[in-house]
Nanobody, 121 residues
Protein backbone atom coordinates (compact mmCIF):
# COMPACT_ATOMS: atom_id res chain seq x y z
CA UNK A 1 0.00 0.00 0.00
CA UNK A 2 1.28 3.46 -0.87
CA UNK A 3 1.27 6.13 1.78
CA UNK A 4 2.50 9.64 2.54
CA UNK A 5 3.90 10.55 5.93
CA UNK A 6 4.48 14.14 7.03
CA UNK A 7 6.78 15.36 9.77
CA UNK A 8 8.24 18.57 11.08
CA UNK A 9 5.26 20.45 12.45
CA UNK A 10 5.25 22.12 15.81
CA UNK A 11 4.93 25.34 17.78
CA UNK A 12 6.97 28.37 16.77
CA UNK A 13 6.89 32.08 17.52
CA UNK A 14 5.91 34.57 14.86
CA UNK A 15 8.88 35.36 12.66
CA UNK A 16 10.35 31.91 13.17
CA UNK A 17 10.90 29.02 10.79
CA UNK A 18 9.87 25.40 10.38
CA UNK A 19 10.65 22.74 7.82
CA UNK A 20 8.06 20.14 6.89
CA UNK A 21 8.85 16.84 5.19
CA UNK A 22 6.61 14.41 3.32
CA UNK A 23 7.87 10.97 2.33
CA UNK A 24 6.12 8.56 0.00
CA UNK A 25 6.52 4.83 0.56
CA UNK A 26 5.02 1.55 -0.58
CA UNK A 27 4.59 -0.03 -3.99
CA UNK A 28 5.12 3.19 -5.94
CA UNK A 29 6.29 3.18 -9.53
CA UNK A 30 6.34 6.93 -10.10
CA UNK A 31 5.53 10.25 -8.42
CA UNK A 32 4.19 13.16 -10.43
CA UNK A 33 3.15 16.48 -8.90
CA UNK A 34 3.42 16.86 -5.12
CA UNK A 35 1.96 19.61 -3.03
CA UNK A 36 1.28 21.08 0.38
CA UNK A 37 -2.17 22.13 1.53
CA UNK A 38 -3.35 23.52 4.84
CA UNK A 39 -6.57 23.77 6.77
CA UNK A 40 -7.14 26.21 9.60
CA UNK A 41 -9.98 25.73 12.12
CA UNK A 42 -13.31 26.64 10.58
CA UNK A 43 -11.81 27.17 7.12
CA UNK A 44 -11.61 25.17 3.93
CA UNK A 45 -8.46 23.36 2.96
CA UNK A 46 -6.32 25.57 0.73
CA UNK A 47 -3.38 25.12 -1.56
CA UNK A 48 -0.02 26.30 -0.23
CA UNK A 49 2.44 25.18 -2.90
CA UNK A 50 3.00 22.51 -5.53
CA UNK A 51 6.05 21.14 -7.29
CA UNK A 52 6.21 19.07 -10.45
CA UNK A 53 8.39 16.03 -11.04
CA UNK A 54 10.86 18.29 -12.84
CA UNK A 55 10.99 20.69 -9.91
CA UNK A 56 8.81 23.56 -11.10
CA UNK A 57 7.19 25.22 -8.09
CA UNK A 58 4.04 27.25 -7.71
CA UNK A 59 2.92 29.14 -4.61
CA UNK A 60 -0.18 30.68 -3.13
CA UNK A 61 0.13 34.46 -2.99
CA UNK A 62 -0.08 34.36 0.80
CA UNK A 63 3.18 32.41 1.14
CA UNK A 64 5.26 33.69 -1.78
CA UNK A 65 8.71 34.92 -0.75
CA UNK A 66 8.33 33.23 2.66
CA UNK A 67 7.90 29.51 1.86
CA UNK A 68 10.05 27.32 -0.38
CA UNK A 69 8.92 23.96 -1.72
CA UNK A 70 11.45 21.40 -2.89
CA UNK A 71 11.73 17.67 -3.47
CA UNK A 72 14.33 14.93 -3.55
CA UNK A 73 13.12 12.39 -6.09
CA UNK A 74 15.76 9.87 -5.05
CA UNK A 75 14.29 9.87 -1.53
CA UNK A 76 10.64 10.22 -2.64
CA UNK A 77 10.49 13.18 -0.28
CA UNK A 78 9.09 16.69 -0.53
CA UNK A 79 9.94 19.59 1.76
CA UNK A 80 8.39 22.90 2.73
CA UNK A 81 10.73 25.46 4.26
CA UNK A 82 8.60 28.03 6.04
CA UNK A 83 10.24 31.30 7.07
CA UNK A 84 8.87 34.51 8.57
CA UNK A 85 5.92 32.59 9.94
CA UNK A 86 2.79 34.49 10.89
CA UNK A 87 -0.07 33.67 13.22
CA UNK A 88 -2.31 33.23 10.17
CA UNK A 89 -0.09 30.36 8.98
CA UNK A 90 -1.43 28.28 11.87
CA UNK A 91 -3.13 25.21 10.42
CA UNK A 92 -2.87 21.49 9.85
CA UNK A 93 -0.58 21.00 6.87
CA UNK A 94 -1.22 18.10 4.52
CA UNK A 95 0.91 16.74 1.72
CA UNK A 96 -0.62 15.38 -1.44
CA UNK A 97 0.98 13.47 -4.28
CA UNK A 98 0.02 11.95 -7.60
CA UNK A 99 1.32 8.42 -7.27
CA UNK A 100 1.50 5.68 -9.87
CA UNK A 101 1.19 2.50 -7.88
CA UNK A 102 1.65 -1.09 -8.87
CA UNK A 103 -1.76 -1.86 -7.36
CA UNK A 104 -3.75 0.48 -9.59
CA UNK A 105 -1.38 0.83 -12.58
CA UNK A 106 -2.52 4.46 -12.84
CA UNK A 107 -2.00 7.84 -11.18
CA UNK A 108 -4.12 8.53 -8.11
CA UNK A 109 -4.14 11.28 -5.50
CA UNK A 110 -2.82 10.32 -2.09
CA UNK A 111 -2.93 12.43 1.07
CA UNK A 112 -0.87 12.37 4.22
CA UNK A 113 -2.36 12.39 7.69
CA UNK A 114 -1.44 16.01 8.36
CA UNK A 115 0.93 17.77 10.74
CA UNK A 116 -0.01 20.67 13.02
CA UNK A 117 1.78 24.00 12.66
CA UNK A 118 1.04 26.57 15.35
CA UNK A 119 2.48 30.07 15.20
CA UNK A 120 2.19 32.13 18.36
CA UNK A 121 2.00 35.89 18.08
Amino acid sequence: QAQLVESGGGLVQAGGSLRLSCTASGNIYAIETMGWYRQAPGKQRELVATITNSGRPEYADSVKDRFTISRDNAKSTMYLQMNSLKAEDTAVYYCKADLWTLATMSYSDYWGQGTQVTVSS
